[in-house]
Nanobody
Framework: QVQLVESGGGLVQPGGSLKLSCAAS????????MSWFRQAPGKECELVAI???????NYADSVKGRLTIARDNAKNTVYLQMNSLKPEDTAAYYC?????????WGQGTQVTVSS
């Protein structure tokens, strides 16, 4: 059974930090491209960050320099370190795993940036 379990969301003040985690099971993690998406109320789902099987990364322009994606193949886990958070970062954040033969999503974790 495939599971992607996100954790680490919560309420944080503007300028603060959070670290999201996504623990994967039931997939071959090392061959999976791992991504973080987010969706705010009334807005389309947005790709935030992506890491390839080799560890290269790419980011949405809106988060460059503030968010960092990293993967640990030994722990089957992908992280999203979020610094200098802004109210516009408020959204449900979803982990995504894909390969040529599958695409899976986590259940999401809520991040709220507010004073």
């Amino acid at each position: 059974q495939v599971q992607l379990v996100e954790s680490g969301g919560g309420l944080v003040q503007p300028g603060g930090s959070l670290k999201l985690s996504c623990a994967a099971s039931g997939i071959t993690f090392r061959i999976s491209i791992m991504s973080w998406f987010r969706q705010a109320p009334g807005k389309e789902c947005e790709l935030v960050a992506i890491t390839s099987t080799g560890g290269s990364t790419n980011y949405a322009d809106s988060v460059k320099g503030r968010l960092t994606i990293a993967r640990d193949n030994a722990k089957n886990t992908v992280y999203l370190q979020m610094n200098s958070l802004k109210p516009e970062d408020t959204a449900a954040y979803y982990c995504n795993a894909r390969s040529p033969s599958y695409i899976y999503w986590g259940q999401g974790t809520q991040v709220t940036v507010s004073s």
